[in-house]
């Protein structure tokens, strides 16, 4: 099943440095480098920063030269079916 975002495949290729989202807590990262990868963001459930709001961290999910758009995606929807994370 091939799941949506707001990115395409171009995109993916072409974006400039920066964090850009697809939705559903999934982010491809660009570095000034060029390099570029798929991260997960999570809230880790019961857990809370150092300001008291929920605690975020980020998955990796493998590099886009290696992991295309839509692997991305389903590698994040199985890790939130497997965790329960949100």
């Given at each position: ?50 300001k ?35």
């Open positions: 099943m091939a799941l949506s975002g707001k990115l395409t495949k171009k995109l993916v290729e072409n974006l400039g440095p920066g964090r850009h989202g697809d939705g559903n807590g999934l982010y491809l990262v660009v570095d000034p480098s060029g390099a570029r990868r798929w991260v997960l963001r999570v809230v880790v459930k019961g857990q809370k920063n150092k008291g709001a929920p605690l975020r961290t980020d998955f990796g999910l493998g590099g886009a030269d290696i992991v295309t758009i839509n692997q991305a995606r389903e590698r994040a929807l199985e890790y939130r079916r497997l965790s329960g994370h949100r």
